[in-house]
């Protein structure tokens, strides 16, 4: 199946909207049936309460979590930064591999030999495969840019040693 590159972003609100077997078991529903299928438009996605990864630095990285739990294992987010972050675009690293999405937006994303000057410009549609541990750096070009990222386990950040 073939999707167009401005489709991408929706489908993957899609499959990661879902309720989760946790969902449905909260609503009443304990024998492990499929939860139905949820479907939300990125247009709404993206208008959703956004809170800060890091409550003491709100001009930082703002999520929504749309499945998992990001303090405690593997997650499904959309991430929002503004414009020139200064968080992001110094050399860090996570504890668990990440892939991003970006949705809304102009994106530089580079790793510890590269720099922004020389990144490539990432525009909606663009994807990104972080490995956990290894030092890199990003910076929203634009007002606002908005990424759909999926962590393999809790969003923990590290930074470079003696830093």
């Not at 489709?7 to 304990?30: K, N, R, V």
Request: with cysteine; aromatic share 8%.
């Amino acid at each position: 199946m073939r999707y167009r590159m401005s489709s991408i972003p929706m489908i993957l609100l899609m499959l990661s909207a879902s309720p989760t077997l946790a969902q449905a078991q909260a609503t009443g529903d304990a024998s492990g049936a499929r939860a139905p299928m949820a479907v939300v438009p990125v247009t709404e996605a993206i208008n959703r309460d956004f809170q800060p990864l890091y409550p003491d630095r709100p001009e930082g990285p703002n999520l929504v979590v749309l499945d998992g739990d990001p303090k405690s294992g593997p997650s499904l987010t959309l991430f929002r930064y503004g414009r020139d972050y200064t968080g992001s675009g110094n050399l860090h690293f996570h504890t668990h591999d990440y892939r991003l999405w970006l949705i809304e937006g102009g994106l530089k994303h580079w790793d510890e030999d590269g720099r922004e000057a020389t990144a490539t410009r990432l525009e909606p549609g663009a994807y990104v495969y972080q490995p956990a541990h290894l030092l890199h750096a990003a910076n929203c070009l634009t007002d606002r840019c908005i990424a759909y990222v999926a962590f393999d386990g809790p969003i923990e950040t590290g930074l470079p040693a003696g830093e």
